[in-house]
Nanobody, 115 residues
Framework: QVQLVESGGGLVQPGGSLRLSCAAS????????MGWHRQAPGNGREFIAT???????YVVPSVEGRFTISRDSAKNTVSLQMNSLKPEDTAVYYC?????????WGQGTQVTVSS
């Protein structure tokens, strides 16, 4: 099994930046793909970005150019650098890890973009 813990959320003004991190523990060696999702109030969970063990990354067009996903396999961490944040980026951000046995989720970290 895999446990995921996110950190780095908080309150930021529009145009600001935040860097989210997610640390995997337990049996991180089984992880093949890690990613980030978000859920705004009243909305479903939205996929944002994913990265494989060999570093192939994908970011959805709606945040491409502002968000960057990266991974440190040696430290079993994945990060999401978020720049030029907008009020509509306000959401709970969740880290995910996919393995053959299934998908694991973190508890989420709140990101609020407001002046």
């Amino acid at each position: 099994q895999v446990q995921l813990v996110e950190s780095g959320g908080g309150l930021v003004q529009p145009g600001g930046s935040l860097r989210l991190s997610c640390a995997a523990s337990g049996s991180p060696e089984i992880i093949r793909v890690m990613g980030w999702h978000r859920q705004a109030p009243g909305n479903g969970r939205e996929f944002i970005a994913t990265i494989t063990t060999d570093g192939n990354a994908y970011v959805v067009p709606s945040v491409e150019g502002r968000f960057t996903i990266s991974r440190d396999s040696a430290k079993n961490t994945v990060s999401l650098q978020m720049n030029s944040l907008k009020p509509e980026d306000t959401a709970v951000y969740y880290c995910s890890a996919s393995a053959i046995v299934g998908r694991f989720w973190g508890q989420g970290t709140q990101v609020t973009v407001s002046s």
